[in-house]
T-cell receptor, first 116, second 115 residues
Framework: KAGVTQTPRYLIKTRGQQVTLSCSPI?????VSWYQQTPGQGLQFLFE???????NKGNFPGRFSGRQFSNSRSEMNVSTLELGDSALYLC???????????????FGEGSWLTVV | AQSVTQLDSHVSVSEGTPVLLRCNYS??????LFWYVQHPNKGLQLLLK??????LVKGINGFEAEFKKSETSFHLTKPSAHMSDAAEYFC?????????????FGAGTRLAVHP
């Protein structure tokens, strides 16, 4: 069974540009969540989608957005990029509904974004 | 409120010696607890998971963790370290907030293994 797949793995963008990252969950998984990882802030939760609806959101500005498609694949978008957006963006998937306790999530390899 | 504290930011061991990575949690209900490992330039890999079954949980690559409710701890151990164990380890607790299950991550422990 293929794991969580994220594309692209590495990208460099200029301040002010926008970026779209893609995530394909494990087959059969319906929930997709996104995290930002930086050396200073550690792992921070961005948002979670289930059945094409955003179910949960972290404390990030509106420049960060996402969506989920009917096949459970997800994209996240960051507009008007800032230098501080440079980070590893991790996607994770799980089978269960985020309202269920004991949910296990599985991570992808991440997308490394560098903003210059 | 739920929280998780990894007591050591860095741990250094020699190859073949035991590994102990410490994690304390705070939870107002029976938690689910996880350990994830992150090798350089990689995503997070699930090592093991506790969900109120056996208190001693066995994971992949020879790791195990013991849930101790009285001590609110979930320490990760391995009898004999291997060079390939060098990585960052994250202890995670679930928090049920606003009707949804959230993961609360510890700050991470970087494990170095010396020959």
């Amino acid at each position: 069974k293929a794991g969580v797949t994220q594309t692209p793995r590495y990208l460099i963008k200029t301040r002010g540009q926008q970026v779209t990252l893609s995530c394909s969950p494990i087959s059969g998984h319906r929930s997709v969540s996104w995290y930002q990882q930086t050396p200073g802030q550690g792992l921070q939760f961005l948002f979670e989608y289930f059945s094409e609806t955003q179910r949960n959101k972290g404390n990030f500005p509106g420049r960060f957005s996402g969506r989920q498609f009917s096949n459970s694949r997800s994209e996240m978008n960051v507009s008007t990029l800032e230098l501080g957006d440079s980070a590893l963006y991790l996607c994770a998937s799980s089978f269960q509904n985020p309202t269920e306790a004991g949910n296990t999530i599985y991570f992808g390899e991440g997308s490394w974004l560098t903003v210059v | 409120a739920q929280s998780v504290t990894q007591l050591d930011s860095h741990v250094s061991v020699s190859e073949g010696t035991p590994v102990l990575l410490r994690c304390n949690y705070s939870s107002s209900y029976s938690p689910s607890l996880f350990w994830y490992v992150q090798h350089p330039n990689k995503g997070l890999q699930l090592l093991l998971k506790y969900t109120s079954a056996a208190t001693l949980v066995k994971g992949i690559n020879g790791f195990e963790a013991e849930f101790k409710k009285s001590e609110t701890s979930f320490h990760l151990t391995k009898p004999s370290a291997h060079m390939s164990d060098a990585a960052e380890y994250f202890c995670v607790v679930t928090a049920f907030s606003g009707g949804y299950n959230k993961l609360i991550f510890g700050a991470g422990t970087r494990l170095a293994v010396h020959p």
